[in-house]
């Protein structure tokens, strides 16, 4: 089945390290995007892709970097910049070549940063 | 930047009651999308609103795009245990860069 493959499900590590979350999909999707959620907040995009070698920065993308070598890849390193790392870190992809290609989601990592 | 406005913020339900949850914005949207989040888990895509008016059903839900492309609604008739979640709606303004706009999700707790 195709879809969207994020690990790991659970992430720990100590403040001061830069820590790299993995997006893996399958679907043949261009577009990727990788989200944050807190508790009682709405997803917040910190950094997207339409295309490979591409991509651009979200509404919060500082402390953040990503790349986009292949098309199925979409990896996110949380750097020691990020002030407020721990959170639910979410990826997600969709096609480019209509506007009726909604987004489609990971299941998700849970970074704890102590 | 735009921002969605979702109501309520939480839901405490009886099994077998239906349920009413909104969006508005001060912006306009060309597509309106609705999601539902297990704990731990990330968003699934409920319905997919492409046009303005449009009314469109996947089993109990119902979604709505509003008229004046500003606001949705999404309705579940006859509330299960299993659709304990949160609700999330999310509006695309259109343009070659696809950037949703989330509400802050409505919490819906069905009590057996």
């Known amino acids: 089945d195709g879809g969207i493959t994020q690990s790991p499900k659970y992430l720990f590590r100590k403040e001061g390290q830069n820590v790299t979350l993995s997006c893996e999909q399958n679907?043949?999707?261009?577009?990727m995007y990788w989200y944050r959620q807190d508790p009682g907040q709405g997803l917040r995009l910190i950094y997207y892709?339409?295309?490979?070698?591409?991509?651009q920065k979200g509404d919060i993308a500082e402390g953040y970097s990503v790349s986009r070598e292949k098309k199925e890849s979409f990896p996110l390193t949380v750097t020691s910049a990020q002030k407020n790392p721990t959170a639910f870190y979410l990826c997600a992809s969709r096609r480019r070549d209509g506007g009726d290609s909604p987004l489609h989601f990971g299941n998700g990592t849970r970074l704890t940063v102590t | 930047g735009q921002q969605l406005n979702q109501s309520p913020q939480s839901m405490f339900i009886q099994e077998g009651e239906d349920v009413s949850m909104n969006c508005t914005s001060s912006?306009?949207?060309?597509?309106w999308l609705w999601y539902k989040q297990d704990p731990g888990e990330g968003p699934v895509l409920l319905i997919a609103?492409?046009?303005?008016?449009e009314l469109t059903s996947n089993g109990r839900l119902t979604a709505q795009f509003g008229i004046t492309r500003k606001d949705s609604f999404l309705n579940i008739s006859a509330s299960i245990p299993s659709d304990v979640g949160i609700y999330f709606c999310?509006?695309?303004?259109?343009?070659?860069?696809?950037?949703?706009?989330f509400g802050k999700g409505t919490l819906l707790t069905v009590n057996p």
């Open positions: 892709s339409q295309i490979v070698n591409d991509f």
């Open positions: 912006s306009i949207f060309n597509t």
């Open positions: 609103l492409y046009k303005a008016g």
């Open positions: 679907l043949n999707h261009d577009a």
């Open positions: 999310a509006g695309d303004s259109g343009g070659s860069n696809y950037k949703l706009t």
